[in-house]
């Protein structure tokens, strides 16, 4: 989970802490809300872990590392952490969040984005805002970079999905236009550079930049890249990649226009609520923003952000208290989500209940559900104060009997002198299939998007994986004995279109004997563990399963030296002396033998 790193004094500051107030009194703090404190440490001691080397310069002030859950994206910043905190402590209420202007399609007060049709098949995209007469200092000014960082790398996933630009408006005019160009065609200065350079050249340029080369392949191949440009033809930036230089933002910046370039509008603007509500703080009108208008490339019309219509989760009161075991009115309900950023909240009846409907904050993108009111509301209300109840139906938990017949197996099979391994689970096709001298009979569960051609499909065998381990391992000394129990995946008509079968798999491999008869004693070892009896002469026991070996037909195996296995006249297996072309396909030179078979008709 993301880690938010914030000088003590700084966050003592923005919580109104008093000096008294301990490290260890905060930890208890992080704990009721729901996050932890990591770790204390200073920046000479992360210069230290970092480099191994000292700085003469560092400071040796506290810094708190705090653990942020995943999902929270607006307490990746000192701003949005210390407002839920106070809020949570009820030292503060609830922020107000609103707009400026007026959010209609037709106020052309608003500063306007115009989408061209040429960017819609790259990232098509875009919503913004602005800061108006914000007031920046340094530690707030490090904050605003710092977080649209943390957010590039949680939520945007690298600038993959989701990408922020931010701009001094005051350097530039709008109406503004997002297009896609070539990159030849695309000439600026980019951020922190006086050179002007056109798309390709800056690619050439970034390639030796440490923190921004790993973002080059996700435009590089493009023919076109986007462009965001002002009325002037000034380029804003290059999402996702860099801005311009023209108009970065300083701590001196009194207007920021925020731009957010995605691939999927939900994420756009759960990007775009983050920050402007952590930093609209910092406004001369506090927790107000001003909306930008986006005409579309098919010509309809957007304005973000949307504050002026918040999401409103309803949830009955029974279930609030049936999923937190509790037994709280309607108020007290409403005052405990109060501390955790909800409201304005209004009741209703219905029937003999109370519907709830509560107004989710634009900084809580997390809430979709009553579901996660309910968890809201058990984080208010303490954990550890939650009632204990003794559940109404009573369970034993077990090991899956599959699992516990897998690990028996893998026991009497390495007391008999096996060694174990684990493989991959994908493969390519032509190893799964080709390379066992096999016909692809359409049975294997397809990757649609393979890294490459050794992952192509879920196997349907382990004898890749033994042998391909087995190839790896040529330098070790003879006789080697490997074994694995586990799942292979064939395609099936359920719902997954896919299942799972446990399979167990064992080779004996030598430099002056194939072994076969090594690997049949195996094969009658784990029968005899399983308390499978052999079937004699068409005898069967009464209670038990039998098994039988009858001559095979597997081309991956040596003719007349091979067998199919058979329990209760049903085909589960086969063994015998591996072909010397499949040995040939893995590079191996001695004989080997090998068995393999299904063991979930043993459960």
Request: proline fraction near 6%.
């Given at each position: 989970?993301?880690?938010?790193?914030?000088?003590?004094?700084?966050?003592?500051?923005?919580?109104?802490?008093?000096?008294?107030?301990?490290?260890?009194?905060?930890?208890?703090?992080?704990?009721?809300?729901?996050?932890?404190?990591?770790?204390?440490?200073?920046?000479?001691?992360?210069?230290?872990?970092?480099?191994?080397?000292?700085?003469?310069?560092?400071?040796?002030?506290?810094?708190?590392?705090?653990?942020?859950?995943?999902?929270?994206?607006?307490?990746?910043?000192?701003?949005?952490?210390?407002?839920?905190?106070?809020?949570?402590?009820?030292?503060?209420?609830?922020?107000?969040?609103?707009?400026?202007?007026?959010?209609?399609?037709?106020?052309?007060?608003?500063?306007?984005?115009?989408?061209?049709?040429?960017?819609?098949?790259?990232?098509?995209?875009?919503?913004?805002?602005?800061?108006?007469?914000?007031?920046?200092?340094?530690?707030?000014?490090?904050?605003?970079?710092?977080?649209?960082?943390?957010?590039?790398?949680?939520?945007?996933?690298?600038?993959?999905?989701?990408?922020?630009?931010?701009?001094?408006?005051?350097?530039?005019?709008?109406?503004?236009?997002?297009?896609?160009?070539?990159?030849?065609?695309?000439?600026?200065?980019?951020?922190?550079?006086?050179?002007?350079?056109?798309?390709?050249?800056?690619?050439?340029?970034?390639?030796?930049?440490?923190?921004?080369?790993?973002?080059?392949?996700?435009?590089?191949?493009?023919?076109?890249?986007?462009?965001?440009?002002?009325?002037?033809?000034?380029?804003?930036?290059?999402?996702?990649?860099?801005?311009?230089?023209?108009?970065?933002?300083?701590?001196?910046?009194?207007?920021?226009?925020?731009?957010?370039?995605?691939?999927?509008?939900?994420?756009?603007?759960?990007?775009?609520?983050?920050?402007?509500?952590?930093?609209s703080q910092h406004c001369a009108t506090p927790f107000a923003v001003e909306p930008v208008r986006v005409i579309e490339a098919d010509g309809s019309i957007n304005v973000a952000p949307t504050w002026d219509r918040p999401h409103v989760?309803?949830?009955?009161?029974?279930?609030?208290?049936?999923?937190?075991?509790?037994?709280?009115?309607?108020?007290?309900?409403?005052?405990?989500?109060?501390?955790?950023?909800?409201?304005?909240?209004?009741?209703?009846?219905?029937?003999?209940?109370?519907?709830?409907?509560?107004?989710?904050?634009?900084?809580?993108?997390?809430?979709?559900?009553?579901?996660?009111?309910?968890?809201?509301?058990?984080?208010?209300?303490?954990?550890?104060?939650?009632?204990?109840?003794?559940?109404?139906?009573?369970?034993?938990?077990?090991?899956?009997?599959?699992?516990?017949?897998?690990?028996?197996?893998?026991?009497?099979?390495?007391?008999?002198?096996?060694?174990?391994?684990?493989?991959?689970?994908?493969?390519?096709?032509?190893?799964?299939?080709?390379?066992?001298?096999?016909?692809?009979?359409?049975?294997?569960?397809?990757?649609?998007?393979?890294?490459?051609?050794?992952?192509?499909?879920?196997?349907?065998?382990?004898?890749?994986?033994?042998?391909?381990?087995?190839?790896?391992?040529?330098?070790?000394?003879?006789?080697?004995?490997?074994?694995?129990?586990?799942?292979?995946?064939?395609?099936?008509?359920?719902?997954?279109?896919?299942?799972?079968?446990?399979?167990?798999?064992?080779?004996?491999?030598?430099?002056?004997?194939?072994?076969?008869?090594?690997?049949?004693?195996?094969?009658?070892?784990?029968?005899?563990?399983?308390?499978?009896?052999?079937?004699?002469?068409?005898?069967?026991?009464?209670?038990?399963?039998?098994?039988?070996?009858?001559?095979?037909?597997?081309?991956?195996?040596?003719?007349?030296?091979?067998?199919?296995i058979f329990v209760d006249g049903k085909k589960i297996g086969v063994f015998g002396i591996v072909h010397p072309a499949v040995l040939k396909n893995f590079e191996i030179r001695n004989p080997v033998t090998a068995i393999e078979m299904?063991?979930?008709?043993?459960?």
């Open positions: 989970m993301p880690v938010v790193s914030i000088a003590k004094k700084l966050l003592w500051q923005a919580l109104q802490l008093p000096e008294s107030f301990t490290r260890e009194n905060f930890d208890e703090l992080c704990f009721q809300f729901g996050i932890e404190l990591d770790d204390v440490t200073t920046e000479r001691e992360m210069v230290r872990k970092n480099t191994g080397a000292e700085k003469a310069d560092a400071s040796e002030e506290e810094i708190y590392k705090i653990e942020i859950p995943a999902n929270r994206y607006d307490l990746l910043c000192v701003e949005g952490l210390s407002s839920a905190l106070n809020i949570f402590r009820q030292v503060s209420k609830c922020p107000q969040y609103r707009l400026l202007e007026k959010p209609e399609t037709s106020n052309d007060k608003l500063q306007t984005i115009r989408v061209d049709k040429s960017v819609s098949a790259i990232r098509g995209v875009v919503v913004g805002c602005v800061l108006r007469n914000i007031t920046f200092d340094d530690a707030s000014y490090n904050s605003f970079i710092e977080l649209q960082e943390k957010l590039h790398q949680n939520i945007c996933r690298k600038r993959t999905l989701v990408s922020i630009g931010t701009h001094d408006l005051d350097t530039i005019q709008g109406p503004f236009l997002y297009s896609a160009q070539p990159p030849k065609e695309i000439k600026f200065a980019p951020l922190d550079n006086t050179t002007v350079f056109d798309g390709v050249q800056l690619m050439e340029h970034l390639d030796g930049h440490l923190q921004l080369r790993k973002y080059l392949p996700i435009i590089r191949d493009s023919p076109v890249y986007p462009v965001i440009t002002d009325a002037k033809g000034v380029v804003l930036s290059l999402p996702p990649i860099i801005n311009g230089n023209h108009s970065k933002i300083t701590i001196n910046t009194k207007n920021v226009f925020i731009e957010v370039t995605a691939v999927d509008r939900t994420k756009a603007l759960v990007v775009l609520d983050t920050i402007a509500a952590a930093f989760c309803e949830s009955k009161l029974s279930y609030l208290n049936g999923v937190c075991g509790l037994s709280l009115s309607a108020d007290e309900v409403t005052q405990l989500l109060a501390k955790m950023g909800h409201g304005p909240i209004t009741q209703s009846a219905a029937g003999s209940d109370v519907t709830l409907h509560v107004t989710v904050p634009p900084t809580r993108s997390d809430v979709l559900h009553p579901c996660d009111l309910a968890e809201d509301l058990a984080i208010s209300y303490g954990f550890n104060k939650l009632p204990r109840i003794l559940p109404k139906t009573v369970t034993a938990g077990k090991q899956l009997p599959l699992n516990k017949l897998s690990d028996s197996i893998r026991a009497e099979v390495a007391q008999h002198g096996y060694t174990e391994i684990l493989s991959l689970i994908l493969c390519g096709r032509e190893e799964n299939f080709g390379h066992l001298n096999r016909a692809d009979d359409g049975s294997a569960a397809i990757i649609s998007n393979p890294i490459g051609t050794e992952f192509q499909i879920v196997r349907t065998t382990l004898l890749v994986g033994l042998l391909k381990t087995l190839h790896s391992n040529k330098a070790m000394p003879l006789p080697l004995k490997l074994f694995e129990v586990s799942d292979v995946v064939f395609q099936h008509p359920n719902d997954v279109g896919a299942r799972n079968r446990r399979m167990f798999a064992a080779l004996f491999c030598d430099r002056d004997t194939a072994g076969f008869e090594k690997i049949h004693g195996l094969l009658d070892r784990v029968m005899l563990a399983l308390d499978v009896v052999p079937e004699l002469s068409g005898a069967v026991v009464p209670g038990k399963h039998s098994y039988k070996i009858a001559p095979s037909e597997d081309p991956t195996f040596f003719p007349g030296r091979r067998a199919d299904s063991i979930e008709e043993f459960v």
